[in-house]
């Protein structure tokens, strides 16, 4: 399957149409960008390391019945997947307080949260993303009604109860992680976008070192090291 025409270029990936008007192409760029793109860097590999980690973790879910966008990795920087309009709500999903939930809430670093915390953002970067309640995506007409935000905490609760132990018998926690979704030509809730580093956080089990994003987010380095070491934990 060729590119055709390029659609939508994000901060982390181009996205392509092609010759089938049901499936599209995700290119994976090696950008990296954090607090709404105001800090910025490119590392050579990553968006081959997020396109392999993504397959993978794509291919397990739909393994165990969630039905993803996903159709094949075609190469080192591009997937291939059906076409999906997308709901514009970044679904976050939590299992340990870190990041703009502590900072909002006061909620110590690392904190166990009692019960899995479901979370809906604005996919609005002009807006810095705000989060969202029922009512507010009712209101801005992101879904059609609150059954279809019913069936977004239930595919994310369901994609967390799937991917958290399969990555602590890997040794990683899984601390959170953030989803996107889309409706396919039929109108179905499908899971879309990519699972990464990029949008998952993964604390070591043992040492509780961050293996994802935060480490470019917050200067520690050493990136691509921790992304290989995610991709050969899943492997394993
Ligand atoms: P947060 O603690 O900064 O709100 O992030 C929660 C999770 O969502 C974390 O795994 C990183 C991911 N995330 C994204 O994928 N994109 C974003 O724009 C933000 C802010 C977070
Ligand atoms: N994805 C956002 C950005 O690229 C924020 C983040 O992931 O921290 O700026």
């Avoid at 393994?63 to 514009?88: P, Q, R, Y």
Wanted: charged share 35%; glycine share 6%; aromatic share 8%.
């Amino acid at each position: 399957m060729q590119k055709t025409e390029l659609l939508y270029e994000g901060k982390a990936k181009k996205i392509w149409s092609t010759e089938d008007a049901n499936l599209l192409i995700s290119e994976f760029k090696d950008d990296l960008t954090a607090f709404n793109g105001e800090k910025k860097d490119s590392e050579s590999g990553k968006g081959a390391l997020n396109n392999k980690i993504s397959t993978e973790l794509f291919k397990l879910l739909e393994s165990k019945g969630v039905v993803t966008h996903f159709v094949e990795k075609l190469d080192d920087n591009h997937m291939l997947h059906k076409k999906a309009k997308i709901i514009m709500i970044e679904v976050v999903v939590r299992n340990v307080a870190t990041g703009s939930l502590s900072k909002r809430l006061g909620i110590a670093d690392g904190t166990a949260l009692p019960f899995v915390l479901v979370e809906f953002y604005l996919k609005d970067d002009a807006l810095n993303d705000p989060i969202l309640n029922d009512e507010h995506c009712l209101i801005l007409n992101l879904v059609d009604d609150v059954k279809e935000l019913d069936i977004l905490r239930e595919m994310a609760r369901n994609v967390n109860s799937i991917l958290k132990p399969f990555f602590y018998e890997k040794g990683l926690n899984l601390i959170d992680f953030k989803l996107e979704f889309g409706k396919d030509k039929d109108g179905n809730i499908i899971l879309a976008d990519e699972i990464s580093p990029d949008n998952c956080r993964f604390w070591d089990v043992n040492t509780n070192e961050k293996m994802d994003k935060d480490r470019f987010r917050q200067g520690l380095g050493g990136l691509k090291v921790a992304y290989e070491e995610v991709l050969n934990r899943i492997l394993k």
